[in-house]
């Protein structure tokens, strides 16, 4: 068997597959974080709280409304994201402009707030979505035993990423909207609707944490706390990757993924530090992150 | 002149004495302090629950001990040292606190029991679960009442082995409860001819274990122990269900694992886990009652540290009104003195340690086929006689022991 620093290869693999599974959570995180950021220049201290939202939505629609998984998958992120809407419309509107402390402490705010209700409602220990039928069992990949759940959160992800990096990148829309962050007092003297933009921006990077939570759901337990859990290191890859760069969010949250990965083999203790070690280096190295474009 | 003297005397005699026995019970209330974990990680095994279970206990006494009212205050110790600390410290400085219960997080106990042997007040123990509290940490003011990682590991491992389980791989949570388990869990495996193959220690706490458990799977062992608590069991498990870890052979054994955790993560994912337990709602008629009461109030079933806090409640009160004192070495020696018998403990004993001794259970989780009902989860496979499940005082390091 060959061996890479005392691990097989075979094992090798499998880590940096799983590695691979949890970028693309990072990734799908991440580039809500830095959509919102790119257009609005908030700080969305509320994602993980969305992505929990998220994983309430398809685990009460389950148990209440009777909605599958599929639907969810769909439905969640519609109703999390007009919540978004909602919360730009009536709270982050008013204080557009401003410096970036008040969009951080207000959206801080409102994720302490919603993660304290839902502990009152839902208790800390929270609950068990079902694995849906048509995802159950796995492959034996001969390196690894691969859920077939876990396959699909890939391709779901990264479908979802890449998605929107075309529309932001290589559409008409796309190209609006970067103007509206590139100068947006020019982009409404075309005629533009540039709080509309905003507007449905929020919305749909909300939207995009609460897919990831309702992705999520089957795998992990389905907590109040378990955003705020993964908020700080989706915002070390967001900084490493450069605050804004939609291309950096998704190629860093892959990175971390495999990186985290990796330090799990050799040295598990350190797991949840590396990442943060890395955005030390990176921000003494390249201050606006890897993909960031220096101001 | 000498008879108005000798009547003096004896009136002033009589006086002290008649105010000496007032003054037994300090402040004329017997006042209680409830301090958990009332909102993170550990809520749903303490939490407000826990503070219920006080007040079922108090209410039963009809709030009074021969007319001295009881008097509870409560407050959230935040999982962190020096608040819990802090918060004892004020109570028993500024509103002369008797009694501490609840206290979960064996970091939060250790150092607010420091404070309760300054105060030379009582602690009542019964969310934490470091075998250190009454071992190198052990006091005459503090009982350890539900219990301890010694008695998880030792009933859970134990069981596990005699049933064929030699070769282990420990996942510990990377802090003191962990690595305490670990231990633990290594000494009774290696004295019962198996052998440890490898462990791993996860940041704490985590929420991805897909890693460490394909670590685990790989090393071929027969027997995955989680040396961790609360999410992180939780996680593990879930994940271990999606890896298919059982289908392949190998077992899992749970150490720190509460009812709550596994209403959680539902039968489909935990069944045939083993675990050990200080106490479950389904496992007699008296405890079927008292948690049928509990349920009513608070709408979901105790944990084995729901019933742990109103038992010791109740031996303490007991205490206080057998011998008509709140001292803490008065009602230390009482309580000591009496077997503990009520829904939580048959003959418990506490021994000079402060270590609450009483019968363990291995249970195992029920398959959904055989659960009856939302809370009907466990099987008891064996209750573990007291003196087998916890640590024996021969090999205590319990100043309190050696020094005798």
């Known amino acids: ?295 | 002149m000498k008879m108005l003297k000798k009547t003096a005397a004896a009136v002033l005699v009589s006086s002290m004495i008649a105010s000496a026995a007032q003054a037994e019970i300090s402040n004329d209330e017997i006042r209680i302090g409830y301090l958990a974990d009332m909102s993170g990680t550990y809520r749903d095994l303490s939490g407000p629950g826990g503070l219920e279970a006080l007040n079922m206990a108090i209410e039963d006494f009809g709030g009074t001990v021969d007319g001295k009212k009881i008097v509870t205050f409560n407050a959230d110790d935040l999982n962190k040292p020096d608040v819990g600390a802090n918060t004892v410290r004020q109570w028993i400085d500024e509103r002369n606190v008797d009694m501490v219960t609840g206290l979960v997080a064996s970091s939060v106990v250790l150092a607010a029991a420091k404070v309760v042997e300054q105060g030379g007040k009582l602690a009542l123990i019964s969310g934490a679960a470091a075998s250190s509290i009454t071992n190198e940490f052990c006091s005459p003011n503090h009982i350890h009442w539900t219990y301890d990682t010694f008695a998880l590991a030792n009933g859970t491992a134990n069981a596990v082995l005699k049933d064929g389980g030699k070769s282990w791989f420990i996942l510990t949570a990377d802090y003191a409860f962990g690595h305490a388990m670990e231990a633990d869990i290594k000494k009774v495996v290696e004295a019962e001819g198996g052998s440890v193959v490898g462990t791993v220690r996860h940041p704490f706490p985590s929420s991805d274990f897909s890693s460490y458990i394909l670590q685990a799977q790989g090393s071929g062992a027969d027997v995955i122990a989680l040396a961790n608590a609360g999410a992180d069991t939780v996680n593990s498990l879930k994940t271990a269900s999606e890896f298919g870890v059982t289908q392949s052979g190998q077992r899992l054994a749970g150490m720190v694992v509460f009812l709550n955790d596994i209403h959680a993560m539902g039968l489909d994912v935990t069944q045939g886990l083993m675990l050990t337990t200080g106490w479950y709602w389904d496992m007699d008629e008296e405890a079927r009652a008292w948690a049928k009461r509990y349920e009513e109030r608070v709408g979901s079933m105790p944990t084995m540290v729901h019933a742990g806090i109103y038992s010791a409640a109740t031996h303490y009160l007991n205490a206080v009104k057998e011998t008509g004192s709140d001292d803490t070495a008065t009602v230390r020696a009482q309580m000591a003195k009496t077997p503990v018998n009520d829904m939580f403990a048959k003959n418990g004993k506490i021994r000079e340690d402060g270590r609450m001794v009483h019968d363990m259970y291995l249970v195992q989780v029920k398959t959904p086929a055989e659960s009856k009902g939302e809370w009907d989860l466990y099987k008891v496979i064996r209750t573990i006689p007291g003196d087998e499940a916890f640590r024996p005082l021969s090999e205590s390091q319990c100043k309190l022991v050696t020094q005798n």
């Open chain 1, 1 to 295: 068997m060959t061996l890479v620093f005392g691990v097989p290869l075979s094992v090798l693999f499998g880590q940096l597959l799983l590695g691979l599974i949890n970028g693309s959570f990072y990734a799908l995180l991440s580039l809500g974080l830095a959509i919102i950021f790119g257009l609005l220049r908030i700080i969305n201290f509320a994602h993980g709280a969305q992505y929990m939202l998220g994983a309430f939505a398809a685990f009460l629609g389950l148990n209440y409304l009777g909605i599958n998984y599929w639907a969810a998958l769909l439905l969640s992120p519609l109703l999390i994201g007009l919540l978004g809407i909602g919360i730009e419309r009536g709270l982050l509107r008013r204080i557009a402009g401003e410096d970036h402390l008040y969009g951080l402490l207000l959206t801080f705010g409102l994720a302490l707030i919603v993660e304290g209700s839902f502990v009152k409602l839902f208790g800390v220990s929270g609950s068990s979505y079902p694995m849906p039928e048509l995802l159950k069992g796995g492959h034996n990949l001969g390196f690894m035993f691969l859920p077939t759940y876990r396959a699909w959160v890939i391709v779901a992800a990264l479908t979802v990423c890449f998605a929107t990096w075309y529309m932001i990148e290589r559409t008409r829309l796309g190209s609006y909207l970067r103007a509206g962050t590139e100068n947006p007092k020019l982009m409404q003297a075309f005629g533009i609707n540039v709080p509309l933009l905003v507007t449905l921006t929020y919305g749909y990077g909300v939207a995009l944490a609460a897919f990831a939570g309702v992705l999520a759901a089957p795998i992990y337990a389905v907590t109040p706390g378990m955003g705020s859990n993964l908020l700080i290191v989706v915002f070390a890859v967001v900084v490493i990757g450069g605050m804004g760069s939609i291309m950096g969010a998704i190629v860093t949250g892959l990175a971390m993924g495999l990186i985290e990965g990796l330090t799990k083999v050799f040295y598990p203790e350190a797991a949840n530090t590396v990442i943060f070690v890395i955005m030390v280096l990176v921000l003494l190295m390249r201050p606006a992150g890897l993909f960031g474009k220096e101001a």
